[in-house]
């Protein structure tokens, strides 16, 4: 099945941005690397906020397929977090954490759009998982789901903004995974501790 001339765009243009961040990727470099003209990059993207918000809003529709599906298929609440911190772990991996400094900084509209699934999607599923491995008296009794919820989204918040961990001191994936380590056997029970550490190793 060939890919259509948009896909063939989106997909240059993630590999560049992924690599080297957003604001050093020019219009023109996509251009040269796709292969494509920059007259007809402009005639499927007029800007390059809107290349941006194109691919983010494909990313995030492919995570929500696959978290959803992890969700699904996993035996627990802990067996869920886990599996859905290595996948998140895998992406982040390929990905200069730049990217998300430079939306933030340089591409608010785009930054709005990661924010709102964030803000959404994710808040949710935290609040599912936190909800169902209370249920399972894997966390514990009594826990505020909605309270901690907010708070893991704002753990990731302060990962992605770069003040906290700057790059040049901190391993990106690293910070995130011990981070959410720290989460867990914060409001897990001796029952989820132990499950916790059979999983981690």
Known sequence: ???????????????????????????????????ISKKTIYESFAEKDELISAILKEDTLNHQKTINNIALESKNAIDEIVKTMQYMAGFFSDMNPQMFYDLQKYHYHCWSQF????????????????????EEEYYRHGLN??????LRVAEMDMCFGGEVFPPKHFNFVEVQVEIMKHFLFGIATLKGHKLITKLLK
């Open 115 to 134: 924010n709102r699934f964030k803000e959404g999607f994710i808040n949710d599923c935290i609040e599912k998982n936190l909800k169902r491995g209370v």
């Open 145 to 150: 789901t909605r309270l901690f919820a907010r």
């Open 1 to 35: 099945m060939s890919i259509t001339t948009e896909e063939k765009i989106k997909h240059q243009a993630r590999t560049m941005f992924y690599k080297h961040g957003i604001k050093r990727i020019t219009m023109d470099e996509i251009a040269r690397q796709s292969g």
